[in-house]
Antibody, heavy 123, light 108 residues
Framework: QLQLQESGPGLVKPSETLSLTCTVS??????????WGWIRQPPGKGLDWIGS???????YYNPSLKSRVTISVDTSKNQFSLKLSSVTAADTAVYYC???????????????WGQGTLVTGSS | SYELTQPPSVSVSPGQTARITCSGD??????GYWYQQKSGQAPVLVIY???KRPSGIPERFSGSSSGTMATLTISGAQVEDEADYYC???????????FGGGTKLTVL
């Protein structure tokens, strides 16, 4: 059974960079047709896709966050990571990592999710 | 940017049919997907590619799509189906991947 687990600091100071890692177990991150994505959810609000990466390093980013986001992958560790720069209180959210199934221009969805980790942007 | 619009809330009695809608301009060309999120938990995929049900999802969950609207139907809703439901899709370019604002389903 595929499992994803987020890890990283739960508190980030304003103007600093948020860094999270997702560790994948029970399957290889280097599998065709599967991207690996980050989604966040501010407290009491809805879901917001941040971006996704393929094991080759190819990325898709949410245009509204693109200038602040970097997603990278380490296939040797079966991990992928998120960096979000210039954090403010508005970036306070539960951050989820998920497997992102993408086939052509039609099929596109997240099937396996991590449990999520709360990151607070505050001094 | 692209948007998917859902009603904020839907309420039904146990055993009734609940219908949650999702409106988006690209839905005639793009699949709709549905996620269930119970309090404090990660979202769970309940419908993919408009009307397909993943393994382990009860048969009372079904999906459909017509024109610019996708619909999640829960036939014979149960108390354990109380949750927030989110639709998901992309715009026609595939560059904007968005979730709807979410619908809180109350079964009581």
């Amino acid at each position: 059974q595929l499992q994803l687990q987020e890890s990283g600091p739960g508190l980030v100071k304003p103007s600093e960079t948020l860094s999270l890692t997702c560790t994948v177990s029970g399957g290889s991150i280097s599998t065709s047709s599967y991207y690996w994505g980050w989604i966040r959810q501010p407290p009491g609000k809805g879901l917001d896709w941040i971006g996704s990466i393929y094991y080759s390093g190819s990325t898709y980013y949410n245009p509204s966050l693109k200038s602040r986001v970097t997603i990278s992958v380490d296939t040797s560790k079966n991990q992928f990571s998120l960096k979000l720069s210039s954090v403010t209180a508005a970036d306070t959210a539960v951050y989820y990592c998920a497997r992102h199934y993408v086939v052509g221009g039609a099929t596109d969805y997240f099937d396996y999710w991590g449990q999520g980790t709360l990151v607070t942007g505050s001094s | 940017s692209y948007e998917l619009t859902q009603p904020p809330s839907v309420s039904v009695s146990p055993g009734q049919t609940a219908r949650i809608t999702c409106s988006g301009d690209a839905l005639p060309k793009k699949y709709g997907y549905w996620y269930q999120q119970k309090s404090g938990q990660a979202p769970v995929l309940v419908i993919y590619e408009d009307n397909k049900r993943p393994s382990g999802i009860p048969e009372r969950f079904s999906g459909s799509s017509s024109g610019t609207m996708a619909t999640l139907t829960i036939s014979g809703a149960q108390v354990e189906d109380e949750a927030d439901y989110y639709c998901y899709s992309t715009d026609t370019s595939g560059n904007h991947r968005v979730f709807g604002g979410g619908t809180k389903l109350t079964v009581l």
